[in-house]
């Protein structure tokens, strides 16, 4: 079995004005360092208009079809922008993120990265935001239990920032368990241990900042390691952000290199205990380039490693 790396040209054409972390460097700098690694590369679709309606209205999509900008940028929120570019790197990205699922749950690759821009997991039902447009993990989870019928999905989002956008596009689905770590207090602000879904089924677990990665260790180890065992959900889909990593300049928790391996590996060999090793991953932030590329191959490696 192998590992798939789903990705589109069309993710680079999303760009974002000078200075703004959401850049087209970050995507190629791991398209970069996953050059030498042998993955099974695949050409992400636009992702159909009824995968996006799964978890955003279309009255969402029209809004942003209307302020898509001919040149320059259309900004949607503080920081938040639009260039001619970035509804196709959207559908691709949301594309990606349904192609890995079908990918894995077909059987013909063991797991997959979505190596993807806009990242996704702000996006709330009705609102894009932070650099998010469509929730890209999100509708993944949805695409597997309403068209493949799966009866139970777990979406793990360990980027640094609490995935709002995930939590609220699931939070009234007893189907989809969502697990969450973020440094709290950060932005968006959500993300409380007690904010636990219409039927408990969201789990957040808040770190301090400047906590380091035995924190992170031992927090997925106490709580969210026994809940995706549990929980038993057939699929296992990623938010896989690395801003928690100590260069990174948008946030302060210290997780290293190693430390991203380490929560890669621990989620594969849950998956393979109760999944039989299903996991789809999505890319989300991570904004110090060398770090982000560093830590997204480090996880990828790690995906290949259990593919094997
Ligand atoms: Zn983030």
Redesign the pocket.
Same mark, same amino acid.
Request: hydrophobic share 20%.
């Given at each position: 079995m192998t590992t798939a790396l789903i990705t589109h040209a069309d993710c680079l054409t999303h760009e974002t004005p000078e200075g703004h972390p959401e850049q087209v460097a970050r995507l190629q700098h791991i398209l970069h360092a996953l050059e030498p690694l042998e993955l099974k590369r695949v050409t992400a679709p636009m992702a159909a208009e009824d995968d996006i309606l799964r978890v955003h209205p279309i009255d969402h999509l029209r809004a942003l079809r209307s302020a898509r900008p001919q040149e320059g940028y259309a900004q949607i929120d503080g920081d938040t922008f639009l260039s001619p570019g970035s509804l196709d790197a959207a559908f691709r990205a949301a594309g990606a993120a349904v192609r890995a699922v079908d990918m894995v749950l077909s059987g013909e690759v063991q797991n997959a990265f979505a190596a993807i821009r806009p990242?996704g @997991? @702000?996006a709330e039902r009705e609102t894009a935001m932070?650099f998010c447009f469509f929730g890209n993990a999100a509708l993944a989870a949805k695409h597997a239990l309403d068209h493949h019928g799966l009866k139970r999905v777990a979406v793990v989002d360990f980027?640094? @920032?609490h995935g709002n956008g995930t939590q609220d596009l699931l939070w009234d689905d007893a189907r989809a368990l969502f697990i969450s770590s973020q440094q709290m207090p950060l932005w968006p602000g959500s993300g409380r241990a007690d904010e636990d879904g219409a039927h408990g089924q969201i789990l957040n677990m808040p770190l301090p900042p400047e906590s380091g990665g035995d924190q992170m260790r031992a927090a997925y180890e106490t709580l969210a390691f026994p809940r995706l065992r549990a929980f038993k959900p057939e699929l296992i889909i990623i938010s896989a952000?690395f801003?928690a990593h100590q260069d990174d300049p948008?946030?302060s928790l210290n997780w290293s290199t190693a430390d991203f391996a380490w929560l890669t590996s621990a989620l594969c060999s849950i998956a393979d205990e109760i999944c039989q090793g299903r996991i789809v991953s999505t890319l989300?932030?991570?904004?110090d380039l060398n770090a982000l590329a560093q830590a997204t191959r480090a996880h990828v490696e790690e995906l290949i490693k259990a593919a094997t």
């Open positions: 990242p @997991h @702000h932070g980027d640094v @920032h952000g801003d948008l946030a989300e932030g991570g904004y």
